[in-house]
């Protein structure tokens, strides 16, 4: 019953009427939507909340379901040519000449122009970090504006907790309580052990419980402004009605790094500027000679790896994505990036959530080592706004087979420099740890730019499930595909 149309039911007719039957076999914070067209982008999702059967692990007064979105006016199917037209419309943030100038005077001349060159080359903006923002969209939180002022009311002491779910089409939040701490206590409805933080990037389709104690004041701001710092959304918890807190101003907008294109050789701490690449101005001598499709298959032997790791080896591709008109970059050291806040958010002054501080409170549903491993690359064409997985979009690609019952690995590589939240239907994915031990159980693991991610699946649930990203524009332009699980060996 985690179907989609076209794979495991025909969809609902007009005046149709249509029954789930399904058994309960978890509690939690989830939600529900449309998978028909664009219609989640028009509304048609709700939360969905399950009382669990067994006593909870924390205790809490009061709970809020608080769901973020993306609206739009427009009809989205005009949308979505419009990305295909002019994937950068809404990127009002092309660097102009003045920052040019800027950036020559605190650098050298030269380590501007070769980064520069370097992001002319890489067909992306430095600044673009998400296809569609508030440029287009209003944010919404549980259905209304900043102005419409969305209100959960507490008493002074109480322990409140707050349900988030990112119900958006395409947009990452990044979600603060100024003066208050939040603790962690679920991830995509399932438990983890606690973890306090200030602050937390909910990617699309996740859900987040917190726990607050507010206190000391009658009104504290929730605060969630969109990854890319274009827009915000806020809402207040509060004493009575009609109470506000200040609500911050939106941070400043992150520039894409080397570090967020799969590039950089360390860990991902730290937030670099876009100056610090004086260090890496050998990358703006890959030229590789075909405008057509210069990233598909790098030449390596043309390249100055000045400062790069050789040794840390480098990944391999499939032969799918070489010579390939809708592959546009390709990671070359990706690593999991685990405890990486994400673009925007390293060093904030913060306690930023990163998913390796997400622990399950349980073991290893499973238990069984992973008997097989599968590698699927995250691929897109930016300009082309094509996506795809290994290069090849969901219309011409067979469905991904797995055996009842077996216990397997999927590796995720992601390729392009945009993020992606992937989804598998049907069956949970318990993400691992840079060991590949169990770590926490989730259903929509976020794949931020340059990452290499891996979860194992338990196919215990017979059927075609859609497993695709869930950027709802992404997925429709074809970063999808079918998995089937049959029963009877491979
Ligand atoms: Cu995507």
Redesign the pocket.
Known sequence: MDGVPGLSFNGIGRGETYHYRFTVQQGGTYWYHSHSGFQEQAGLYGPLVIDPIAPEPFAYDRDYVVMLSDWTDLDAAALFSRLKKMSMYDNYYMRTVGDFFRDAREDSLKATLADRRMWGQMRMSPTDLSDVNANTYTYLMNGTTSLGNWTGLFRSGEKIRLRFINGSAMTYFDVRIPGLKMTVVAADGQYVHPVTVDEFRIAVAETFDVIVEPSGQDAFTIFAQDSGRTGYVSGTLAVREGLRAPVPTVDPRPILTMADMGMDHGQAGGEHSGHDMGAMQGMAGMDHGQPANEHAGHDMSGMNMQGMDMGSGMQTHPASETGNPLVDNQAMTPTSRLDDPGNGLRDNGRKVLTYAMLRSAFEDPDGRDPGREIELH?T?HMEKFA?GFNGIKFSGAEPLRLNYGERLRIVLVNDPM?????HLHGMWSDVEDDNGNFMVRKHTVDMPPGSKRSYRVRADALGMWAYH???LY??EAG?MRAVQVQEGGA
């Open positions: 995250l897109g996506w945009m993020t992606h939240p992937i990203c869930h950027l992404h997925m970063m």
